[in-house]
């Protein structure tokens, strides 16, 4: 009933930028929290960051000044700005949200690989 589509992973050199995308719909009348997560190989997955009620936003110790996440309501969609990209953020990146009304849980998207290397 609802459905996440992640864009923006690739490719890039150390110190560089990358920019993900999640775009959610189906039956979605309130968003709680928007967040994305993360998972290397041989490790387990965890909080980058979230946008809790639109406003609050939780960082991890290691991404913080680095990354950047946004919202737009309009669109319900939440992005990842991430600068300053060290070989240790290689990962795949999933996004997840918390719908409050609608189609009602907590929801994942399918991951978009993020691989930093020179």
């Known amino acids: 009933q609802v459905q996440l589509v992640e864009s923006g992973g690739g490719l890039v050199q150390p110190g560089g930028s990358l920019r993900l995308s999640c775009a959610a719909s189906?039956?979605?009348?309130?968003?709680?929290?928007m967040g994305w997560y993360r998972q290397a190989p041989g490790k387990q997955r965890e909080l980058v960051a979230a946008?809790?009620?639109?406003?609050?936003?939780n960082y991890a110790d290691s991404v913080k000044g680095r990354f950047t996440i946004s919202r737009d309501n309009a669109k319900n969609t939440v992005y990842l700005q991430m600068n300053s990209l060290k070989p240790e953020d290689t990962a795949v990146y999933y996004c997840?949200?918390?719908?409050?009304?609608?189609?009602?849980?907590?929801?994942w998207g399918q991951g978009t690989q993020v691989t930093v290397s020179s």
């Open positions: 997840n949200i918390h719908v409050a009304l609608g189609a009602g849980g907590n929801y």
């Open positions: 189906g039956r979605i009348f309130s968003i709680y929290a």
């Open positions: 946008i809790i009620s639109g406003r609050s936003t």
